[in-house]
């Protein structure tokens, strides 16, 4: 698999390329996912045989880049935004054209698999209820504790056809109220699911938020990719 980094459209994006594939894989990353991405498409290699191609593409701002509305701060002091919107418009109006011009799969019309880690995996589970583009949907550890989220899912369906879920045992014992609604705000979001036909799966990892997330994140997009 050829690894690189280019930039499209202003923004960094991590490429790894397996030109028999027939399914992309798109992920917003920041720095430390980035420091263990090699990692990641090792584990994805572990737990399925489907050729696929990766693309990580990074993300300055995390807490505003990847929430869909403004919310005050509830870890820290730095609030969230309302720049979803503008991040799956450069996902769906300029990531995605440049990537099927650039050849990287076998296919005429590849599939694309969204996916990511922590607020990354609120940001899929959002997009996949505002576009079809997507093919699947992994939301590894999501951050479905963010405020009116769950009245959100609760009245938008899913538009992509496969959704993984997972959560480390330990995320939803902490001492933050909100934050510790993840447990249920999760399995919540899994029955949503489940009742609109969505083919899905909700997994439980040993840990918490931030044990394994680079192996947590593979082994979603492997189910994915074995599950589409």
């Known amino acids: ?17 397996d030109s028999n594939a027939d399914q992309i894989i798109l992920q ?3 720095s430390h996912d980035l420091e263990a991405i090699d990692s990641e498409v090792q584990t994805v290699c572990q737990y399925t045989s489907r050729p696929f191609s990766l693309v990580a593409f990074k993300i300055s701002d995390w807490q505003k880049e990847l ?7 509830v870890f820290g002091k ?3 935004g309302d720049g979803a919107a503008d991040t799956l418009r ?13 050849n990287i799969s076998s296919a ?14 609120l940001f899929a589970l959002w997009a996949g209820t505002v576009t079809d583009v997507f093919s ?11 405020p009116k989220w769950t009245d959100y899912a609760e009245k938008n369906t899913m538009l992509s056809g496969a959704v993984y879920l997972s959560l480390g045992d330990k995320e939803e014992k902490v001492k933050n109220q909100i934050m510790a ?5 999760l399995r919540r979001q899994h029955d949503l699911l489940l009742k609109q036909g969505c083919k899905t799966v909700l997994e439980w990892n040993s840990g918490n938020h931030f044990t394994d997330a680079d192996k947590r994140t593979g082994r979603g997009f492997a189910w994915l990719l074995n599950n589409i």
């Open 1 to 17: 698999m050829e690894k690189q980094v280019i930039e499209i459209e202003g923004r960094s994006c991590t490429l790894y390329v």
């Open 28 to 30: 917003p990353v920041d």
């Open 67 to 73: 929430t869909a509305w403004a919310s005050p701060a």
């Open 78 to 80: 730095v609030p969230f």
């Open 90 to 102: 450069y996902v769906t109006d300029h990531l995605m054209p440049a990537l099927r011009a650039m």
């Open 108 to 121: 005429e019309n590849p599939l694309f698999l969204l996916g990511g880690y922590s607020l990354a995996g």
């Open 136 to 146: 699947g949907i992994a939301a590894v550890s999501p951050s479905v504790w963010y």
């Open 181 to 185: 609604q993840v447990g249920n705000a």
